[in-house]
């Protein structure tokens, strides 16, 4: 197993035992996350879908996702490597706090790695319909 591999799965077990900081220490300084072009749940604002920078745009990703997400399931299905970066193929099953929204999604987390193999690039691919449909719940409901 390669060492970005291992990594993405340090990742993981951090984001499932909530541990931040042992999630961020795996990450670059200057982070880009979710940073790309023509991103339609950034224009329809939701919340966790934001274009961030750094370990505190990251750390606001995990503070939006405990405040907005009741999150159910969360299981990463495969991993996939290739040169510098590592997707994962994951599954996500969450109701919306303070709606009666639910959704379930199978997305493609892409993780690129600098040559000290940290996290530099996270994107999400995932069906954008579900997220902007979640967060309309939540933008009506602030």
Known sequence: MSSNLATVQAIYEAFGKGDAAAFLEHLAPDIQWEQW???????AEVPWMQARQGKEGALGFLKDLASLLNI???????????????????LIEADVIGTDHYYRDEEIQLWTFDEQGKVIRIRHYTDTAKHIAAAKKVNATV
């Open 37 to 43: 072009a023509d991103n339609s749940s950034q224009r």
């Open 72 to 90: 159910h399931e969360f299981r990463v299905l495969s991993l996939m490597e290739g040169g510098n970066q590592v997707a994962a193929e994951v």
